[in-house]
T-cell receptor, first 111, second 112 residues
Framework: QKEVEQDPGPLSVPEGAIVSLNCTYS??????FMWYRQYSRKGPELLMY????GNKEDGRFTAQVDKSSKYISLFIRDSQPSDSATYLC???????????FGTGTSLTVIP | EADIYQTPRYLVIGTGKKITLECSQT?????MYWYQQDPGMELHLIHY???????EKGDLSSESTVSRIRTEHFPLTLESARPSHTSQYLC???????????FGAGSRLTVL
């Protein structure tokens, strides 16, 4: 069983829609949760970073962590064509030496 | 903008050639990593380093080697490239005590 499972997509939405991206995980030792955005032919860039459970908001982006369900989400409000990218979830344990990634969800926002 | 640089960005070579993928970071990060990324697959850890003269193999079996002679530099070498090595290679770094990675732009390798 993979340690991190991510909805494969691809996801296609109209501009202005609310997008929900999700990952589940199996290891209760994960404490740090990240979302990376990767444009085509680029490396992943850190979008959101959360420690333990709860919500974190940054502009149009909200990250949610539910440790009891081992479930994390990224919400994008008022989606824009520039949000079209692959989104990777990642997580690590308290030591932070190893990182575990989802397979990524490809998102296309149609103008 | 990321302060971690990878060269070459794209490389096409023949089977049996030796290649080195370069990775440098200017952030003074202690931890550095090499990942392999293929479409639809999670990132696989190939090698990592927690500091100068410290290198470890990751969970992905690999015929590559790395070195960490300077904090800022973490090159990956393939002694004899094969078509199965065709992939995207991502270098990343992290500060000791931090729990996020900063990635380079990647090196896309094609072995014919």
């Amino acid at each position: 069983q993979k340690e991190v499972e991510q909805d494969p997509g691809p996801l296609s939405v109209p501009e202005g829609a609310i997008v929900s991206l999700n990952c589940t995980y199996s290891n209760s030792a994960f404490q740090y949760f990240m979302w990376y955005r990767q444009y085509s032919r680029k490396g992943p860039e850190l979008l959101m970073y959360t420690y333990s459970s709860g919500n974190k908001e940054d502009g149009r982006f909200t990250a949610q962590v539910d440790k009891s369900s081992k479930y994390i989400s990224l919400f994008i409000r008022d989606s824009q064509p520039s949000d079209s990218a692959t989104y990777l979830c990642a997580m690590s344990k308290i030591t932070g030496n190893q990182f575990y990634f989802g397979t990524g969800t490809s998102l296309t926002v149609i103008p | 903008e990321a302060d971690i640089y990878q060269t070459p960005r794209y490389l096409v070579i023949g089977t049996g050639k030796k290649i080195t993928l370069e990775c440098s970071q200017t952030m003074g990060h202690d931890k550095m990593y090499w990942y392999q990324q293929d479409p639809g697959m999670e990132l696989h850890l190939i090698h990592y380093s927690y500091g100068v003269n410290s290198t470890e193999k990751g969970d992905l079996s690999s015929e590559s080697t790395v070195s960490r002679i300077r904090t800022e530099h973490f090159p990956l070498t393939l002694e004899s490239a094969r078509p199965s090595h065709t992939s995207q290679y991502l270098c990343a770094s992290s500060q000791l005590g931090a729990n996020v990675l900063t990635f380079g732009a990647g090196s896309r390798l094609t072995v014919l």
